[in-house]
């Protein structure tokens, strides 16, 4: 079992910058592929960033490359997502997922965190 924990949401103006982190409950972290998703009020979920266990391959949705970075840090078993240059559009909620697969496939992630609101206001 892995627990995730997601913490760094807030309120924040367009252009504006946070950093999501998420930590898991886990002596196997390095065990798992990590990713972030979001959803927006009345949409579906869907992916945002992913890195692998060894944090040597990153994979981004086009709507957030070059403004969000995900990274991990496997001896405090977490991992982040910094959100530069942030829009409107990017308010949701957002979750941090563990799966044994790289992958941008959300029944391929098997622990998810309880998410964390982000509100961009333009």
């Known amino acids: 079992q892995v627990q995730l924990v997601e913490s760094g949401g807030g ?4 252009g504006g910058s946070l950093r999501l982190s998420c930590a898991a409950s886990t002596r196997t ?3 798992y592929n990590m990713g972030w998703f979001r ?3 009345g949409k579906d979920r869907e992916f945002v960033a992913g890195i692998s266990w060894k944090a040597d391959i990153t994979d981004y949705a086009d709507s957030v490359n070059g403004r969000f970075t995900i990274s991990r840090d496997n001896a405090k078993n977490t991992v982040y ?3 530069n ?3 409107a559009e990017d308010t949701a909620a957002y ?5 044994n ?3 941008r496939r959300q029944y391929e992630y098997h622990y998810w965190g309880q998410g964390t609101q982000v509100i961009v206001s333009s």
């Open 101 to 103: 697969m790289a992958t």
């Open 11 to 14: 309120l924040v103006q367009a």
């Open 81 to 83: 997502l910094q959100m």
């Open 29 to 31: 972290f390095t065990s």
């Open 85 to 87: 240059s942030l829009k």
């Open 95 to 99: 979750y941090c997922a563990a799966s």
């Open 39 to 41: 959803q927006a009020p």
